[in-house]
């Protein structure tokens, strides 16, 4: 879901961006943008000239350039900073969820305690928590730092940090025990080992992030940057030598004019927009609920070629579920579900719970707790055999082959042959199956499935429309992972694969040319996620998985990439939009402004001056103007980023040239003729 976020121009956001835009003409923090750099050094420099001499221009028209130019400078750092505005908006409500939290910090605390559920605790801020440190977390409580349940299972609420309501389930063991400090168990209680040190938690660098304290530039804003200051350069050596040309015509060209045509030449309009637009990027993945950790993954994710996704928890929901049970040897239904019923009552995984409500709601069986007298027979490795013994009847539950080793007496039975028929059934159709017996007699197989998660089919293939191949990566065998894999609508699939396996695929796809993302919540997919070139964590995973990946899904939803992809294409044709807007609305302004220039030198130029602007002093202040005012009128344009249409390379460069390019060159010949009727009429040049 996307998260709210405030309005463009809201007083909220306007007032300290103002104030923030002041801030910013620090020259340690101006020089990292050297265009407007040297905007602001030929702005200080003729606010000098206004006080040491004039050049033969009246003191009004300087003092108006003056103004123009130090307002160009300042719509440039407030469009920067009303883009952290908005993040800033958007931590406030994250920084409110971390505030005043307190633990309950069981006493002995620290890496030898056991992760019993009898020990005291102690009420301490929880800034006081350290690695190691084990705290309760009971209903209603704000689970306090970072960490992952050690014992218990509760339902919590997450809403502060993913804005979605339904609350989800953390438990000890497997992948769904990562807990966030700021959200709220709302049942049950847990036991939760600290990960973290107070300031080093996961809601701590989200804060940061989207404030754009931590943001560096992308290589594509670096590669531009350096194009920016290149033409600079030109222009800059290009105006030093203009007065020796107009000595040499027997004239001279005013410092203040010299001035005015620098800053029209050089691309003020992109350098002033360019951090803009990157701070948007990633604020704009904020609001759907995904947290990147630099701009360089927002720009990578634009281009990504292959998409590989975990199975367990991205694809499917994580946990199999009961479907169906299948009866061997004349066995009835009713009394399969009966005997899988009693030896999952004791059974506390979700798997377990699943059977326990299948054989309720399909054969209506009122039985909801064992006997006094009844034994459990626990689940352990060794055995992978599951039950429970009533009197004299022993009834047992687990892997096809445990099974058939416990019942020698069966084993040879014609209901054995048709128990591994029934079995390999269920292995081909994407299943796990699990062996009933009771009393030494094979009672059938129960059907557990990795249910796919709702919608996906649709949106894998949204994705291939994109140009996107997708790839599930299992531990399963082949006949598990085919019928997932048809079932989900991957393209492509790998089983039985190790975490080396995932890693040397995309290393192998990488080093043909191919931009690779990766979908994982295990500790098991971390190495893939880091050396991936997008690495989505699933929030309800690991916090190694978290770490490893360079953007977290808040969410937990695969298809979220979709989003991603969308939101990584529109940063990049933003930054070329405004881009090509910003070379055109260049040229325009060499007609405005050379011609006013040069035209008591050489009175031929007058034929350049198309815009039929009335004297060379109201052209110079009319391009100064529209130079200025132009950027504050691409800054909602720049923050919310131009429309994404699934496009090839070239339909995309007509459709700039087409819109933005002629734009670009439309804008400033209506703009500054507008602005020249006014100036002339008012009087101020």
């Given at each position: 879901?996307?998260?709210?976020t405030?309005?463009l121009f809201?007083?909220?956001?306007i007032a300290?961006a103002?104030g923030?835009a002041?801030?910013?003409?620090?020259p340690r923090?101006l020089?990292?943008?050297?265009?407007?750099?040297v905007?602001a050094?030929?702005a200080a420099?003729?606010t000098v000239l206004?006080?040491?001499?004039g050049d033969?221009?009246a003191l009004?028209?300087?003092?108006?350039l003056?103004v123009?130019?130090?307002?160009t400078?300042l719509?440039?750092t407030?469009?920067?900073?009303?883009a952290?505005?908005?993040?800033k908006a958007?931590?406030?409500?994250l920084?409110?969820?971390?505030?005043?939290?307190?633990?309950?910090r069981?006493a002995g605390?620290?890496a030898g305690?056991d992760?019993g559920?009898d020990?005291?605790?102690s009420?301490?801020?929880?800034s006081q928590?350290?690695?190691?440190d084990l705290?309760l977390?009971?209903?209603?409580?704000?689970i306090?730092?970072d960490g992952?349940?050690?014992a218990g299972?509760?339902s919590v609420?997450?809403a502060?940090?993913?804005g979605e309501s339904?609350p989800?389930?953390?438990e000890?063991?497997?992948?769904?025990s990562?807990?966030?400090a700021g959200t709220?168990?709302?049942?049950?209680?847990i036991?939760v080992r600290?990960?973290?040190?107070?300031?080093?938690?996961?809601l701590?660098?989200?804060i940061a992030l989207?404030?754009?304290a931590?943001?560096q530039?992308?290589p594509?804003?670096?590669?531009l940057?350096?194009?920016l200051?290149?033409?600079?350069?030109?222009?800059?050596i290009?105006v030093a030598?203009?007065?020796s040309?107009?000595?040499f015509?027997g004239g001279s060209?005013?410092?203040t004019v010299?001035?005015?045509l620098l800053?029209t030449?050089?691309p003020?309009?992109?350098a002033a927009l360019l951090?803009a637009?990157?701070?948007?990027g990633?604020?704009r993945l904020?609001?759907?609920?995904?947290l990147?950790?630099?701009?360089?993954?927002v720009?990578a994710?634009g281009?990504?070629?292959?998409?590989?996704?975990?199975?367990?928890g991205t694809?499917?929901?994580?946990?199999?579920?009961?479907t169906e049970f299948?009866t061997?040897?004349?066995?009835?239904?009713a009394?399969?579900g009966?005997?899988?019923?009693?030896?999952?009552?004791?059974?506390?995984t979700p798997?377990?719970?699943?059977?326990v409500?299948l054989a309720r709601?399909?054969f209506r069986?009122?039985t909801?707790?064992?006997?006094?007298?009844?034994e459990i027979i626990p689940f352990?490795?060794?055995?992978?055999i599951?039950?429970?013994r009533?009197?004299?009847?022993?009834i047992r539950k687990g892997?096809v082959?445990?099974?058939?080793?416990?019942t020698?007496?069966?084993a040879?039975?014609?209901?054995s042959t048709e128990?591994?028929?029934v079995?390999?059934?269920i292995?081909r159709a994407g299943?796990t199956p699990?062996?009933v017996?009771?009393?030494?007699r094979?009672?059938?197989?129960i059907?557990?499935?990795d249910i796919?998660?709702?919608g996906?089919?649709e949106?894998?293939?949204?994705?291939r429309?994109?140009?996107?191949?997708t790839v599930?990566i299992t531990?399963?065998?082949?006949?598990t992972?085919?019928?997932i894999?048809?079932?989900?609508?991957v393209?492509d699939?790998?089983?039985?694969a190790?975490?080396?396996?995932k890693?040397?695929?995309?290393?192998?796809?990488?080093e043909?040319?191919?931009?690779?993302?990766m979908?994982g919540?295990?500790?098991?997919d971390a190495?893939?996620?880091?050396?991936?070139?997008?690495?989505?964590?699933?929030?309800?995973?690991t916090?190694?998985?978290?770490e490893?990946?360079n953007?977290?899904?808040l969410d937990?939803d695969?298809t979220k990439?979709?989003e991603?992809?969308?939101?990584?294409?529109?940063?990049l044709?933003t930054r070329?939009?405004?881009?090509?807007?910003?070379v055109?609305?260049?040229?325009?302004?060499?007609?405005a402004i050379?011609p006013?220039m040069?035209?008591?030198?050489?009175p031929?130029?007058?034929?350049?001056?198309?815009m039929?602007l009335?004297?060379?002093e109201?052209?110079?202040?009319?391009a100064?103007i529209?130079?200025a005012?132009i950027i504050?009128a691409?800054?909602p344009?720049a923050l919310k980023g131009?429309?994404?249409?699934p496009?090839?390379?070239g339909?995309l460069?007509?459709?700039?040239?087409?819109v933005?390019?002629?734009?670009?060159?439309?804008a400033?010949?209506?703009?500054?003729k507008?602005?020249?009727l006014?100036?002339?009429?008012l009087g101020?040049?």
């Amino acid at each position: 879901m996307a998260r709210s976020t405030p309005s463009l121009f809201t007083a909220d956001l306007i007032a300290p961006a103002i104030g923030d835009a002041f801030r910013k003409l620090d020259p340690r923090q101006l020089v990292r943008n050297p265009v407007m750099f040297v905007t602001a050094v030929v702005a200080a420099l003729l606010t000098v000239l206004l006080f040491v001499g004039g050049d033969g221009l009246a003191l009004g028209f300087r003092l108006q350039l003056v103004v123009w130019l130090w307002l160009t400078v300042l719509f440039g750092t407030f469009a920067e900073a009303i883009a952290e505005g908005r993040g800033k908006a958007q931590a406030a409500s994250l920084r409110n969820a971390k505030a005043e939290l307190t633990a309950k910090r069981l006493a002995g605390s620290g890496a030898g305690l056991d992760t019993g559920l009898d020990h005291a605790w102690s009420q301490v801020p929880a800034s006081q928590l350290r690695i190691d440190d084990l705290v309760l977390v009971e209903t209603g409580d704000l689970i306090p730092a970072d960490g992952e349940v050690v014992a218990g299972v509760a339902s919590v609420n997450e809403a502060a940090i993913t804005g979605e309501s339904a609350p989800v389930i953390r438990e000890a063991g497997g992948d769904r025990s990562a807990v966030t400090a700021g959200t709220r168990v709302i049942s049950d209680a847990i036991r939760v080992r600290v990960t973290v040190n107070p300031g080093q938690g996961f809601l701590d660098r989200m804060i940061a992030l989207v404030e754009g304290a931590e943001r560096q530039k992308t290589p594509n804003e670096i590669a531009l940057t350096i194009l920016l200051v290149g033409l600079t350069i030109i222009f800059l050596i290009a105006v030093a030598t203009i007065p020796s040309f107009a000595s040499f015509a027997g004239g001279s060209i005013p410092v203040t004019v010299l001035a005015a045509l620098l800053i029209t030449l050089i691309p003020t309009t992109i350098a002033a927009l360019l951090s803009a637009i990157g701070i948007a990027g990633m604020d704009r993945l904020v609001r759907f609920n995904v947290l990147a950790k630099s701009g360089r993954a927002v720009e990578a994710a634009g281009d990504i070629d292959i998409l590989l996704l975990d199975k367990t928890g991205t694809i499917t929901i994580g946990d199999r579920q009961a479907t169906e049970f299948r009866t061997v040897g004349g066995t009835s239904p009713a009394e399969l579900g009966e005997a899988a019923l009693l030896a999952s009552l004791a059974d506390e995984t979700p798997e377990g719970r699943s059977i326990v409500v299948l054989a309720r709601d399909t054969f209506r069986i009122a039985t909801t707790a064992l006997p006094a007298e009844a034994e459990i027979i626990p689940f352990t490795a060794q055995t992978r055999i599951s039950g429970v013994r009533i009197g004299t009847s022993l009834i047992r539950k687990g892997a096809v082959d445990s099974v058939l080793k416990a019942t020698p007496e069966a084993a040879e039975s014609a209901a054995s042959t048709e128990l591994r028929r029934v079995t390999d059934e269920i292995a081909r159709a994407g299943g796990t199956p699990l062996a009933v017996a009771k009393d030494g007699r094979l009672l059938g197989a129960i059907f557990l499935k990795d249910i796919v998660k709702a919608g996906i089919r649709e949106r894998f293939g949204e994705l291939r429309a994109m140009g996107i191949r997708t790839v599930m990566i299992t531990g399963d065998n082949p006949l598990t992972a085919a019928a997932i894999a048809a079932e989900a609508g991957v393209d492509d699939f790998l089983a039985q694969a190790t975490p080396e396996d995932k890693l040397a695929f995309i290393r192998r796809e990488q080093e043909g040319g191919r931009l690779v993302a990766m979908c994982g919540d295990g500790t098991n997919d971390a190495p893939a996620l880091a050396q991936a070139d997008v690495g989505v964590a699933m929030n309800t995973g690991t916090q190694a998985a978290r770490e490893a990946g360079n953007m977290v899904d808040l969410d937990s939803d695969p298809t979220k990439l979709i989003e991603v992809v969308g939101l990584g294409k529109q940063l990049l044709m933003t930054r070329g939009a405004l881009t090509t807007f910003s070379v055109a609305n260049d040229v325009a302004k060499y007609f405005a402004i050379i011609p006013a220039m040069f035209v008591v030198l050489y009175p031929g130029l007058g034929v350049l001056n198309v815009m039929g602007l009335a004297t060379p002093e109201s052209a110079t202040l009319s391009a100064i103007i529209f130079n200025a005012l132009i950027i504050p009128a691409l800054v909602p344009l720049a923050l919310k980023g131009v429309a994404y249409r699934p496009m090839g390379a070239g339909p995309l460069l007509a459709r700039n040239l087409a819109v933005y390019g002629l734009g670009g060159l439309i804008a400033p010949f209506v703009g500054i003729k507008v602005i020249d009727l006014a100036v002339n009429g008012l009087g101020l040049a």
